[in-house]
């Protein structure tokens, strides 16, 4: 189904690129294979009837003519797909042939010149069988074929039923033997379309059954085969047809003469911005050297509002003026620093100022001639990294004058 998506995709931009063009038509496509149906749809509903022929060893001896017997089932089944289903149902069997007198199905008043006696036996029980369509499987599937071959093979099991007498010698008509047996069959299925809801078909199917314990005593022989033939006629239910997925055909334009310019108009300018970016890859990057700002002798920090120096702050300072009193010819510029995120304009200049006097202050206290000082205040920022790092920005910076 992606293969599908991808197909209607590009329709859908073939059509958007090209407004002339007709419409995207939707076709079953074969190639798909099938879509399988519903859980609702190809069941069908079956009634045969038809007669039989038993082969047990007793009743090969009867007249083939007269072991022929009526038979009739009814299934319901359901296609799962083209050439798989599955059918269950009811049969009803008549076997027709010899037995002892006094054994399970003898009639009485049937006596033979052999010392047999006829026999009738009824069998009542479900079935189930799993179908192969083979003119499917091997034709591929046609909505319109009117003839299909079907082979399937089940199993089901039986109660049997026989004809009871009184003391009399009088029938009472058939009752329950309470000897079940079961039964293994397969078979073909010709079915014609008639329309298509209903079919008529021709079943002929081979069953083989176990013995019943009387035969069985008396002869040895566990299993019998019975030949089989019906007529069947079957209504199938809802959809009944089979359909491929269906994908869509994008129709061919007029003309592509321009969509084919475009195409290639936009392959030249893939093909230049390759070519830039190589070039720029491939470019040597270029250095410029930038000469290194001094960072500044010291740097006094205060905490916010604060202008006054710690004991630390002294001590720092008196180091810094034993720098200062060893270069006697460097000019010193000391710079008072307040942030601007906290406080009023006012307030700020006011901390710039006392900042910086009090460090300068300090120096000269420390014997750093006053010749030698420069001190000035500064309206910025010193770091400028936001409100985050105001601390950074609260200070007073010693460098080297110029």
Not at 64 to 79: E, Q, S, V
Not at 159 to 174: D, F, I, M, Q, V
Not at 182 to 201: D, H
Not at 362 to 371: D, E, I, R, Y
Request: charged share 20%; aromatic share 10%; glycine share 8%.
């Amino acid at each position: 189904m992606k293969k599908i998506t991808l197909i209607a995709a590009a329709c859908a931009l073939f059509m958007s690129q090209n407004a002339q063009a007709q419409e995207v038509q939707y076709v079953e496509d074969a190639t798909q294979g099938y879509v399988i149906n519903s859980f609702k749809d190809n069941w069908f509903i079956t009634a045969q009837g038809g007669a039989n022929v038993s082969f047990s060893h007793f009743d090969k001896a009867r007249d083939l003519k007269d072991r022929f017997a009526p038979n009739a089932n009814l299934y319901i089944g359901k296609w799962f797909t083209p050439v798989w289903g599955a059918r269950v149902g009811v049969d009803y069997l008549v076997n027709k042939g010899l037995t002892k007198p006094g054994f399970l199905g003898a009639l009485q008043g049937e006596h033979m010149t052999d010392g047999n006696v006829k026999s009738n036996i009824a069998h009542v029980g479900p079935t189930f069988d799993v179908m192969a369509n083979l003119t499917n499987l091997f034709c591929g599937y046609h909505p319109g074929r009117v003839y299909n071959f079907t082979l399937y093979a089940g199993a089901g099991g039986y109660w049997t039923l026989a004809k009871e007498y009184n003391k009399k010698g009088e029938s009472e008509g058939y009752k329950n033997a309470h000897d079940n047996v079961l039964t293994f069959r397969a078979g073909i299925i010709n079915s014609f379309n008639v329309s298509k809801q209903v079919q008529i078909s021709l079943d002929l199917r081979a069953t083989a059954l176990d013995g019943h314990r009387e035969k069985v005593a008396a002869t040895g022989n566990r299993t019998f085969l019975d030949v089989q033939a019906y007529l069947g006629l079957t209504y199938l239910f809802n959809d009944r047809e089979w359909h491929h997925p269906v994908v869509p055909v994008c129709p061919e334009p007029e003309n592509c003469d321009a969509l084919r310019a475009r195409l290639a108009a936009a392959d030249a300018r893939i093909a230049d911005l390759e070519a830039q970016l190589r070039d720029c890859l491939n470019r040597p990057a270029e250095v410029k050297e930038v000469a290194a700002q001094a960072a500044p002798l010291a740097t006094i920090y205060y905490p916010i509002n604060v202008y006054r120096l710690t004991k630390e702050d002294n001590n720092v300072l008196d180091a810094i003026a034993n720098v200062m009193k060893s270069n006697s010819n460097t000019h010193y510029v000391l710079t008072g620093w307040a942030d601007n995120y906290t406080g009023t304009d006012a307030i700020n200049v006011r901390l710039r100022h006392n900042r910086v006097n009090g460090v300068y202050n300090k120096l000269v206290k420390s014997g750093v001639p006053a010749s030698q000082l420069t001190a000035t205040i500064n309206n910025g920022n010193l770091c400028d990294l936001g409100e985050k790092y105001v601390a950074l920005d609260r200070a007073v910076t010693i460098e080297e004058g110029k």
